[in-house]
């Protein structure tokens, strides 16, 4: 098997007194979309932040290919490469769709104005937000706000997209929207680590589940081994609550 992408090893992350994180181990192929699950609370969130080094780890090492990610990379550039979809979308709400687009191309990526809007209203075009390039955020709805925050994360161009619970913030009819453009990047290949509640979403669209529980990864299995027939008791409970509400 090839060098992973990334590998988390040993990563852990305490707030005060609370072990949050306490020595998570995986590793992500290329193509691979693992979705993460588990109560709030349980670390989901803070695992990506880490990644991204939003937060800074304990203890721990994150590598992308095969090199420490944290001395061996510039921070820009890690992050262009490993890119993320927030929770609350975190548009610039002075700048227009597709300037929300551009500028991260121009100030990280160094690229013209011109290419930068090239690409932006491609990606813009591919989660079907290409039409309200002009309009500012508070004129579109969260589903909206999201899609272009996917395409904004798309035009940094990275091998690997992480999505911090996407549809949480999102009245539920929004939410298969934003669900049916992440499940077309899924198909076109895109590596995407997800921390996710929608079940029948990581059931159907991942290659891989971790479920987390106590700042621990407690079952990691393919998603119809991890649904049918979950192997530890903490995730049997989790999953007959979940799934009472969902399925």
């Known amino acids: 098997m090839s060098t992973p992408i990334l590998e988390v090893v040993g990563l852990q992350k305490h707030f005060g007194d609370l072990a949050v994180l306490r ?4 590793s992500v192929q290329t193509g691979d979309v693992i979705c993460i699950i588990g109560s709030s609370g349980s670390g989901k969130s803070t695992l990506l932040r880490c990644i991204n080094f939003l937060e800074q780890p ?5 590598r992308y290919h095969g090199k420490n990610a944290e001395t061996s990379w510039k921070r820009t550039e890690y992050c262009a490469r490993v890119g993320m979809v927030f929770q609350s979308f975190n548009l610039f709400g002075n700048l227009s769709v597709l300037d929300n687009c551009v500028l991260g191309q121009m100030q990280v990526l160094h690229r013209r ?3 930068s809007e090239e690409r932006a209203l491609h990606y813009l075009e591919r989660v079907g ?7 500012r955020p508070a004129q ?3 589903g909206q706000k999201q899609r272009v925050a996917i395409a904004r994360a798309l035009c940094m161009e990275p091998e690997i997209l992480l ?3 996407p549809t949480s913030a999102l009245d539920p009819e929004m939410v298969g929207e934003v669900l049916s453009v992440m499940q077309s990047l899924a198909a ?3 590596t995407m680590l997800i921390v996710t509640h929608e079940m029948s979403f990581a059931r159907d669209v991942s290659t ?4 987390m529980d106590g700042g621990v990864i407690a079952e990691e299995a393919p998603p119809a081994e991890l649904f049918s027939h979950p192997k530890q008791p903490r995730t049997q409970e989790f999953l007959r609550r979940v799934l009472e509400r969902q399925l």
Not at 129 to 135: F, I, L, P, Q
Not at 208 to 211: A, I, K, N
């Open 23 to 26: 020595g998570i181990d995986f």
């Open 208 to 211: 891989r589940v971790l479920f």
């Open 113 to 115: 104005r011109a290419e």
């Open 163 to 165: 999505f911090d619970e």
């Open 188 to 190: 076109a290949g895109m």
């Open 129 to 135: 937000m290409a039409a309200y390039r002009g309009a």
């Open 58 to 62: 304990d203890g721990g090492e994150i």
């Open 140 to 142: 579109l709805s969260g």
